[in-house]
């Protein structure tokens, strides 16, 4: 039986109700529970079988607490759990070493020198407070999906013209002056400056370099669709001539997933007007050569491995694709021929699904449903980060439960023989992953093996030993359940594929000269950027608390906005008061 409970004017970001909601599923007598605002989240409730009649009136501030259970007495424990909980986070908050205020302008008046805004809103707000943050001559990292491509335009051409950065929307990383901002690891300070399109793409390329004893001066997301021709890669290029003139960073590197052919011409075309040697990689291309100054990486770890080789002054290898260490031994069953790759990373799975479609010679493959990078010949990569996955739960990076879900259900098809994941550290993660999925692995391994036969795990762990959770720790845990743990996810995959007869073939890149002379491109950088690049931020943080831990821990200085919509999330009369303002 379905009970409703609504909690008025009782808004809390959605990160912490979804670890509450796990939490308390977890309780004896529960069949099914969900805990979330109310007005951009029904049609979650509906499609979870969740929705009732009390939600009806439900408004964006008012808490939703939804039980089915047989046993009505359940409900007070539920209830006494959810006030608990929320006691427990004000206590917490009563000891933050930073100031929490309600209002842009009181964000302001604590910390008069803040220059940058971290936006982690509910996506249907994000643009516009990223808007009041550029009115207040602030750069803006908007964490937060579910943005339009519209807005996205409009708040970049708008930062444009101010001399700002806009990062992201969807951007999940930055490292501003060794200060790791949302899902960021923490990595050496160096020369070697990092822009991506990709959350995880500069997570596993940051993480290489410090891995290969260098460093980065500045990561910057620029989010996953700066790339696209509706955007046309307006922080990518103001990034990038930001990192050009900058005095600190002696070698750029560049990330992208797929971009649009005639964007990626103009970005290639200002990386050849760069003085600085610069590192791309754009992923799902398979680049045979260099050209002039600008290194082409075909993976992730080849990207970092180029770079600190150019920063180190040492020559460029001409494959950088190879194993690493020997391939474990299998045995399997005849009818045991597939990997599954189960992703919290989507760029580490696109990564992935792009060498094992490479190793089987498959060419260009159709993914079948949403989430899906690879899915062929029951060969399979799914990234669970997709939205489709995270509707209504935390993202895989932070809960365990539909990563070991995954795994159970690829446990189950007879052609499994590897599955293949990532497991993602740094500020913003789990705060101990390997622990996590351990129950998991090791039920599915006792009982593929009662069942006479075997299974096998082999995994990559992206982060440093500076990461809050400790990479070595993490791996010894995983290690020890028999675990098969790389160094980088490209080795992971071939490793993966290796233990099942297949190899990647992997050209030998040499350097050409340029095919065209280079332009002379305008590398003026504002006053703003050049302050951006020089010191450590000082953060106004619209949203998830959490994220100004890693400022805080890394020498930076930050107000914690406590966030709520606007006029009860009403967009008419928000658009009102905008107005009026």
Avoid at 65 to 94: C, F, H, M, P
Avoid at 268 to 282: D, E, G, M, T, Y
Wanted: aromatic share 4%; proline share 4%; charged share 25%.
């Amino acid at each position: 039986m379905l009970y409703t409970i609504v909690k008025q004017n009782s808004y809390q970001d959605s990160v912490n109700l979804m670890l509450l909601t796990n939490k308390i599923s977890t309780m004896d007598g529960i069949i099914k529970v969900q805990i979330m605002m109310g007005t951009p989240n029904k049609d979650i409730l509906k499609a979870a079988g969740l929705f009732t009649e009390e939600l009806e009136s439900a408004a964006s501030n008012d808490m939703c607490i939804v039980v089915d259970t047989e046993q009505e007495e359940k409900i007070q424990e539920v209830l006494d759990e959810v006030d608990n909980y929320l006691s427990n986070q004000a206590i917490s908050a009563g000891k933050e070493a930073f100031e929490t205020v309600n209002s842009w302008d009181k964000a302001v008046n604590a910390l008069p020198d803040a220059n940058i805004a971290i936006i982690s809103t509910p996506g249907q707000y994000a643009a516009e407070e990223a808007e009041k943050a550029l009115d207040r001559d602030m750069h803006v990292m908007i964490f937060s999906d579910n943005v339009t491509t519209e807005d996205e335009r409009r708040i970049k051409e708008k930062a444009h013209e101010k001399g700002l950065l806009v990062m992201g929307p969807d951007a999940g990383t930055v490292i501003v002056s060794g200060v790791p901002l949302a899902f960021a690891n923490v990595v050496k300070t160096g020369k070697i400056g990092v822009i991506g399109a990709s959350g995880t793409g500069i997570q596993e390329v940051t993480t290489e370099i410090d891995r290969l004893g260098a460093g980065v001066s500045h990561a910057i997301g620029t989010g996953g669709r700066d790339l696209s021709d509706k955007i046309g890669a307006i922080t990518m290029l103001d990034g990038l001539k930001a990192l050009a003139q900058h005095n600190q960073t002696e070698v750029i590197t560049l990330v992208s997933k797929p971009p649009a052919k005639e964007v990626r011409d103009e970005v290639v075309q200002l990386l050849h007007s760069i003085s600085k040697p610069v590192v791309a990689i754009f992923l799902g291309e398979e680049p045979h050569n260099h050209e002039g100054n600008v290194y082409y990486a075909n993976t992730l770890e080849e990207t970092a491995a180029i770079a600190v080789d150019l920063v180190k002054g040492n020559p460029i290898k001409p494959n950088y694709n190879t194993l690493h260490s020997d391939v474990p031994e299998v045995d399997l069953k005849l009818e045991q021929k597939t990997i599954k790759g189960l992703y919290s990373g989507g760029t580490l799975g696109y990564e992935a699904a792009t060498l094992i479609s490479r190793g089987l010679n498959l060419g260009e493959t159709d993914h079948g449903q949403a989430g899906y990078l690879l899915n062929a010949d029951g060969f399979e990569v799914i990234d669970l980060g997709d939205d489709i996955y995270t509707q209504g739960k935390p993202h895989p990076m932070i809960d365990p439960d539909t990563r070991i879900q995954f795994f159970q259900k690829a446990a189950q098809d007879e052609s499994t023989a590897v599955i293949l994941f990532d497991l993602v550290l740094g500020y913003g993660a789990h705060e101990d992953m390997a622990g996590a999925l351990l129950p998991g692995i090791e039920k599915i391994q006792q009982e593929t093996k009662a069942n006479g036969k075997n299974i096998y795990f082999v995994a990559t762990v992206c982060g440093t030993d500076q990461d809050p959770q400790g990479i070595d720790e993490q791996k010894a845990k995983l290690k020890e359940a028999g675990v098969i743990i790389r160094d980088s996810n490209n080795q992971a995959t071939l490793t993966a594929l290796a233990m099942l007869g297949i190899q990647v073939e992997e050209g030998i890149k040499e350097v050409t000269p340029m095919k065209e002379a280079a332009t002379n491109a305008d590398f003026t950088v504002s006053e703003a950027i050049q302050k951006l690049l020089s010191e450590k931020p000082n953060v106004v943080n619209v949203g998830l608390k959490s994220f100004t831990n890693s400022v805080t821990a890394n020498g930076g200085r930050v107000v914690q906005y406590d966030w709520r919509p606007v006029a009860g999330g009403n967009p008419r009369l928000r658009k009102i008061l905008s107005l009026l303002k």
